[in-house]
């Protein structure tokens, strides 16, 4: 089920408009006279309408937050409680530091528990536990850990964290021979509605695949699609998608296949099998033309226009098994405010659920402005 298709819903109207014509016709009608806009009752029925807008503003929050596709922040968290529910809580990335001495020593250095290195004292990480660097060793080899978490922490190239910023005698420089990753932030309400939408299914083992869909979300909130597949009877293939349609690391495979495995969640008769989705290349490349009627600045539909191919492209990457369609491309461009597009690449490729599109090339060319009569 897709929450962002239902109908909109409100238990108290908040129409300031309404509530004041309200007490209006109301007065009207029991005192049998007709009210002024200055007569001095007009200004009690303004205090008191702006205090039902309020009232009915708590009452209208109050309702939705009983109904999962409104229920928001603490509120969603307590509606998830009836499936034993909990939202997902940052977690810190981590990154392998090398601690390298100026001098070999002839005794242990110890290396505390908290001393912090950084690439540009925006984020820092830290070492988790004391460590000694034994008499006779060079360096220390310690897998550090952010001070907090969030996704801010990932993708330090290796080489870029070079900054001591708690100095130890006798360290000369430190160095990280690894990118930072596993930095993930909270669960947002998007992710933690579409969780307990999905948990009922937790509760089965049949094997369904909104059940393995489930665990899988459970794995890691990077998680934005998961489809199950089985080449062969008793063989099933989960195929995970990440955030902004990244593909899973080698270690985020490994904790989707340990969520799933257990033999409460598995069905006993199941081969559990975690594997990344293959990226279907493609290419964009189009001409569109503005008419010369518009009555939009011709610069403010170009940036419409980019931005309706970026959406596109976004669109394909973070959905396993999305058509790359040319003709949907083609209706976003002409809804962006294009009077003609032509389209060169790509062509309609049908994907699999094992497949998401990867764009690899795009070229826009503008050919100007068409009389249209």
């Known amino acids: 089920m897709n929450l962002n298709n239902l109908k909109p819903i409100t238990f108290a109207d908040k129409d300031p408009q309404k509530i004041l014509d309200g007490f209006v016709r109301r007065y009207e009608k029991e005192s049998n006279r007709t009210l002024a806009k200055a007569d001095p009752l007009m200004t009690l029925f303004n205090v008191l309408t702006a205090q039902f807008v309020g009232l009915r503003a708590t009452i209208d929050f109050t309702g939705k937050q009983n109904l999962l596709p409104y229920a928001q922040d603490e509120y969603l968290d307590a509606f998830a409680t009836d499936f034993d529910l909990e939202r997902k809580k940052a977690v810190k990335a981590r990154v392998t530091m090398v601690f390298t001495l100026s001098q070999v020593l002839g005794y242990d250095l110890t290396i505390e528990a908290g001393t912090r290195v ?26 550090c850990i952010a001070t907090v978490g969030g996704d801010a922490g990932n993708n330090y190239a290796a080489g870029q964290i070079v900054n001591l910023v708690d100095p130890i005698a006798y360290v ?19 992710l ?31 998680v934005i699609d998961i489809e199950p597949y089985s080449p062969s009877p008793g063989i099933v ?40 989705p293959k990226q279907i290349d493609y290419r964009i490349e189009l001409s569109y033309w503005i008419s010369s009627k518009t009555d939009v600045e011709v610069s403010q539909i170009q940036a419409a226009i980019a931005q309706a191919v970026a959406n596109f492209i976004y669109s394909v990457k973070t959905k396993l098994g999305r ?51």
């Open 118 to 143: 950084t690439a540009d004292s925006k984020v820092f990480f830290e070492v988790p536990e004391t460590v000694s660097v034994k008499a006779g060793q060079e360096s220390a080899t310690i897998i």
């Open 237 to 276: 293939q989960l195929v995970p998608l990440m955030t902004d349609g990244r593909l899973p690391t080698p270690a985020e495979l490994a904790l989707v296949l340990e969520t799933c495995n257990p033999e409460d969640r598995r069905p006993l008769t199941d081969k559990l099998e975690v594997i990344a």
């Open 192 to 222: 933690f509605q579409a969780r307990r939408l999905a948990a009922p299914d937790k509760l089965s083992t049949a094997g369904p695949d909104n059940a393995y869909k489930y665990w899988a979300r459970e794995a890691s909130t990077a």
């Open 323 to 373: 058509a790359i369609n040319p003709s949907r491309l083609e209706a976003m461009i002409m809804a962006a405010g294009a009077r003609r597009v032509v389209i060169t690449a790509p062509t309609q490729t049908e994907l699999t659920c094992l497949q998401v599109g990867n764009n690899t090339e795009l070229v826009i060319n503008y050919g100007g402005i068409e009389k249209d009569y």
């Open 172 to 190: 000369g420089g430190v160095v990280n021979i690894d990118a930072s990753t596993g930095g993930d932030d909270k669960e947002s309400d998007e």
